[in-house]
T-cell receptor
């Protein structure tokens, strides 16, 4: 197992465009988390899934953001009508269950121009 | 709410110097405490953790002790190396998670170690 994989690693988009990121967790990890990290700040929680169910969403996740995890495997995070304030590193993490350690991917760096 | 406060960086040290990065937290009950490290161009890696008061987490020469009385979890290393240059994040998971295990992070402290 190669760990948590995120694609693409970098994305540059024009303001107003839609973007989609993908996260492949460690196999058999049933929990999957999305975080956002802006420059000079620590990661902030966005949302998490247990299997295919999205169990919690942060208030940071505006209506323009949507996340899915069909079949409880990989997850996608879509941002519609991107804004410059969406520029950040989007991190994905997975864990086996409650009380177990989370493993992070390398992140997708989004730049909105 | 839950929060983590870390000392601001960057911290610049000479190789073999002693390292301390301060971390204090605000949370109800007994949170689990973590240190993550982020090397340039890499994702976050768990460095060490402690899940109850007075526990000491240790890994790769780094250690941190969970101090409930001072709500602190300071990171220490006796002799740093150039390869330790990275950004270090203190984080917590509250004791009552409602089923989630989401981490609350500090802002990170950049460490630069020079020869």
């Amino acid at each position: 197992d190669t760990g948590v994989s995120q694609n693409p690693r970098h994305k540059i988009t024009k303001r107003g465009q839609n973007v989609t990121f993908r996260c492949d967790p460690i196999s058999e990890h049933n929990r999957l988390y999305w975080y956002r990290q802006t420059l000079g700040q620590g990661p902030e929680f966005l949302t998490y899934f247990q299997n295919e169910a999205q169990l919690e969403k942060s208030r940071l996740l505006s209506d323009r953001f949507s996340a899915e995890r069909p079949k409880g495997s990989f997850s996608t995070l879509e941002i519609q009508r991107t804004e410059q304030g969406d520029s950040a590193m989007y991190l994905c993490a997975s864990s086996f269950g409650l009380g177990t350690d989370a493993f992070f991917g390398q992140g997708t760096r989004l730049t909105v121009v | 709410g839950n929060s983590v406060t870390q000392m601001e960086g960057p911290v610049t040290l000479s190789e073999e110097a002693f390292l301390t990065i301060n971390c204090t937290y605000t949370a109800t009950g007994y949170p689990s405490l973590f240190w993550y490290v982020q090397y340039p161009g890499e994702g976050l890696q768990l460095l060490l953790k402690a899940t109850k008061a007075d526990d000491k987490g240790s890994n790769k020469g780094f250690e941190a002790t969970y101090r409930k009385e001072t709500t602190s979890f300071h990171l220490e290393k006796g002799s740093v190396q150039v390869s330790d240059s990275a950004v270090y994040f203190c984080a917590l998971i509250p004791s009552f998670t409602g089923g989630g295990n989401k981490l609350t992070f500090g802002t990170g402290t950049q460490l630069k170690v020079e020869l």
